[in-house]
């Protein structure tokens, strides 16, 4: 009998299926705005579970890529409510994942006005793409003041209502991956010596009071978290209380009842290790569903399901080369490769013109 195929309950969500499609930053909201090119990709792949949407900014300041989509104007409010009908028409779930990239960006790429913000005034090692003028080094980001704190937890909050306003059936907040929140939570980003820096009940207060103001804002049912405990992309870099810290937090998140945890491993990718006990750790504390993501094919998932290591799979580069990936699990058909030229480029190319089984 295949787990990964059965529905599946998240918070008071039926699931069709327990296959999710991780989030893709695919770059094509020219503008900042949601189009009609990313409903139709999004339209395709609505026959997973649930679809978790490329990292989407809060405010003009989260913005530090080019191309990528707010969920803070009434246009983009507009563009992201075409989305979810699109995507509900053809049976999945969404859930929009909140991203502000805090340090990992250029001025280049936000709106006149827009801040490089973080949480001490450390430069993220490594380049950063602008359409203007091409490669350019991650900015120095202004370290933010306590004003700065509570207008970016205001910022989520809002955004969350915009997102269940635009008709999504919640939000992930983004602590993975060395963008603003996982900025917050580690030591080699986070100098502060105030109230958010410092210990790990430090580090993580940005967090927690970002999951609080947006719990409160659309409900606990509504909201997921990603997390990449031992994750070094975006220049993160590996500590030594790392597993008892990720406890702590895992211990916080339980207790305020998101409906989530979904936890990055990008080992298949080349990254450090995840060991099996933080996974454990997360199952084992946090009595929300557990998401896990890495790497994974079809006989793994079903694997995974099978040991009840995990709820639910989440699975990235062959949704984005598969629109019928769903389709091809289950049948057990050949997959396409994804072409990672088009990963990031404008256009329909490589994004909407992935074939189908006939
Ligand atoms: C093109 C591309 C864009 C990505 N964008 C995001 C993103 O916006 N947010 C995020 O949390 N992870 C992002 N990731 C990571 C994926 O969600 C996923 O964790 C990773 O691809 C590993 O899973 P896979 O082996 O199934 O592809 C991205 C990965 C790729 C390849």
Request: glycine residues 10%.
């Amino acid at each position: 009998m295949s787990q990964l195929f059965s529905t599946a309950t998240l918070g008071t969500l039926t699931l069709q299926n327990r296959l999710v499609m991780s989030p893709l930053t695919r770059n094509r909201a020219t503008g900042n705005i949601p189009n009609e090119l990313m409903a139709e990709y999004y339209a395709q792949r609505a026959s997973a579970g649930l679809i978790i949407t490329e990292g989407t900014s809060p405010s003009a300041n989260g913005l530090g890529y080019p191309r990528i989509p707010g969920i803070y104007s009434a246009e983009q409010l507009a563009g992201w409510k075409r989305i979810a009908d699109a995507v509900h028409a053809r049976g999945a779930k969404i859930f929009m994942q909140l991203m502000h990239c805090g340090r990992i960006a250029h001025p280049l790429n936000l709106p006149a006005g827009a801040r490089v913000l973080g949480p001490s005034a450390i430069a993220a090692a490594g380049d950063m793409y602008t359409d203007a003028e091409g490669m350019k080094q991650n900015a120095m980001p202004q370290a933010m003041s306590e004003a700065d704190i509570r207008s970016a937890i205001e910022e989520y909050a809002q955004a969350a209502k915009n997102a269940v306003a635009a008709g999504f059936d919640g939000v992930e907040l983004h602590g993975a991956n060395g963008y603003l929140l996982e900025q917050f939570l580690r030591p080699n980003s986070n100098q502060r010596s105030d109230g958010y820096g410092g210990t790990i009940e430090n580090r993580a207060r940005f967090v927690l009071e970002v999951a609080d103001a947006v719990i409160k804002a659309i409900g606990k049912d509504k909201v997921g978290i990603r997390l990449s405990p031992y994750g070094v992309f975006n220049d993160m870099t590996l500590y030594d209380k790392m597993e008892s810290d990720y406890t702590w937090l895992a211990h916080q998140l339980n207790a305020r009842g998101l409906v989530y945890i979904h936890v990055v491993d990008h080992s298949p990718m080349g990254a450090p290790k995840v060991p099996d006990s933080i996974k454990e750790m997360f199952r084992s504390v946090f009595k929300g569903k557990l998401i896990l993501s890495g790497g994974y094919d079809a006989a793994r998932a079903e694997r995974d399901l099978a040991a009840g290591k995990c709820d639910l799979i989440a699975v990235g580069r062959p949704f984005l080369a598969n629109p019928d990936l769903v389709a091809r699990w289950k049948s057990g058909a050949a997959e396409n490769a994804p072409d990672m030229d088009t990963f990031y480029t404008p256009g329909p190319k490589g994004y909407t013109d992935y074939p189908t089984l006939g």
